[in-house]
DNA sequence: TTCGCGATGGCCT
DNA sequence: GGCCATCGCGAAA
């Protein structure tokens, strides 16, 4: 039940991607609060790497990346869905991790029980997750390491096997030159909760 | 089971 | 004006 401090962002995004997965995202909502294990993630490297949004340089919309790590960077995609980001790496290292889906502690309390199909549906895609948390343009700029504007992120509660992390390539970056061939996604293997296989 | 495509709007050029 | 770090539906197989 510990809260992810700032300083656990300060790394490369490569590495906080990956450990970040078996971690929490908690969501304080009309004075309850639900949490969601992260089981998915891709990580965005600097101006370099072509997928990532600031490597076309520092936007009105991207800017947040090029500051300091912890914080979140939500953007608004394909004229209907939120993307849920958090800010990695030194300032003036505009890099950044996508959380692309999560898994209802409701769920894993309750493994049998039928209402986990409908439940699955919910939250196993980045746009969807947003939507089940209320992710908005709201969260833009707000550190993901304090409670008080509800909605943080803790760490595992259980070790995490290095083994059990599957590498693949990125989600819908075929534009990216040769850095669509990056495996820079990762979930936790065998959680019926990732996106697509 | 996989596939093709439309919805829908902010942002960049 | 074109492009998207998506999703869900309906058709084809």
Request: aromatic share 14%.
């Amino acid at each position: 039940m510990k809260i992810l401090p700032q300083t656990f962002y300060n790394r490369s995004a490569l590495k906080v991607a990956q450990d970040l997965l078996g971690c929490f995202i908690v969501k304080k909502r009309n004075g309850k609060m639900e949490k969601y294990k992260i089981v998915e993630t891709e990580s965005y490297n600097g101006v370099k790497d072509l997928a990532c949004h600031a490597s076309k340089g520092m936007t009105k919309r991207n800017e947040v990346m090029f500051g300091p790590a912890g914080f979140f960077y939500v953007y608004f995609t394909y004229g209907m869905h939120y993307m849920l980001n958090i800010v990695t790496g030194e300032a003036g290292d505009p890099s950044a991790v996508l959380i692309r889906s999560v898994e209802p502690v409701s769920y894993i309390a309750n493994r049998t029980s039928l209402i986990s199909d409908q439940a699955k549906l919910e939250t196993n895609g980045p746009a969807k997750l947003t939507k089940k948390l209320d992710v908005n343009k709201g969260f833009y700029g707000l550190p993901a390491y304090e409670k008080k504007y509800g909605l943080w992120i803790e760490e595992r509660e259980e070790e995490l096997k290095i083994s059990h992390i599957k590498k693949t390539t990125r989600v819908g970056v075929d534009y990216a030159g040769d850095y669509k061939y990056k495996k820079w996604r990762f979930y936790i293997q065998d959680n019926k909760f990732v996106s697509k296989k």
